[in-house]
Every structure is written in C-alpha cells, then in structure tokens.
Nanobody, 128 residues
Framework: QVQLVESGGGLVQAGGSLRLSCAAS????????MGWFRQAPGKEREFVAA????????AYADSAKGRFTISRDNAKNMVALQMNSLKPEDTAVYYC?????????????????????WGQGTQVTCSS
C-alpha cells in the first residue's frame, strides 16, 4: 500500500506557473505507475498526465500537452507536475494517483479506475 500527499497548489495569474509535488510513503514506490488527475467544481475527475515506473515514458491529456510536464524521482519517492502557461480553465483540485498493476497503455492509464491509491488533492486556482 502507498500513501500519497500532494502539495504546491495555490493561486496564480493566467500565464503563470506552478509546480505540484506528490510525496509517497510506503514500500515499492518505484513499482507504481503514477498519474495526475484534476477535478473542477461540477465536473468529473479527468486525466492530466501519467508516467511509467522508470520515468521513461509519459502520457498527457491534450489540454496538458506542451504546457505540463510530469516527472518522478524514485530515490525520493516523489512525482511532480510542472505546469506552465496556466489558464483559468486549469482551475481544479489536482490529485496524485498510483497504479500498482504496471503500464497498460496511454489510453487505459487515462482512466480513473486504473488507479488504486489517491491523495487528498491540492487546489489550483488560475485567475484571468
């Protein structure tokens, strides 16, 4: 089992940047596929980005491509999401998630139910 704690959210103006971090506790962090999702008020939780166990491969939602970068440091049990050129529509609670079953492809890794463990989330608010 792994416990996940997100940090780094906040209020930023449009065009600004934020770096979210997710600290994992528990064993075998390096064996989990990690993902970031977000949920805006009144909307379903949606995929943002995912990264394989070694960090060799990443996948992004179309809304995140070219602006967001997911990375991980297995030695520190951490995964990060660097968000640049933020837009008001990026406003949401951002969640870190862990999948214990290995990489199953970009399409499936974008699905909420692929992930076994979730953090509590961190609020990101982008003002225009």
């Amino acid at each position: 089992q792994v416990q996940l704690v997100e940090s780094g959210g906040g209020l930023v103006q449009a065009g600004g940047s934020l770096r979210l971090s997710c600290a994992a506790s528990g064993r075998a962090f390096s064996t989990y596929v990690m993902g970031w999702f977000r949920q805006a008020p009144g909307k379903e939780r949606e995929f943002v980005a995912a990264i394989t166990t070694t960090g060799a491969f990443t996948a992004y939602a179309d809304s995140a491509k070219g602006r967001f970068t997911i990375s991980r440091d297995n030695a520190k049990n951490m995964v990060a999401l660097q968000m640049n050129s933020l837009k008001p529509e990026d406003t949401a609670v951002y969640y870190c998630a862990a999948d214990r079953n290995g990489w199953t492809g970009s399409t499936r890794q974008a699905l909420v139910h692929e992930y076994d463990y979730w953090g509590q989330g961190t609020q990101v608010t982008c003002s225009s």
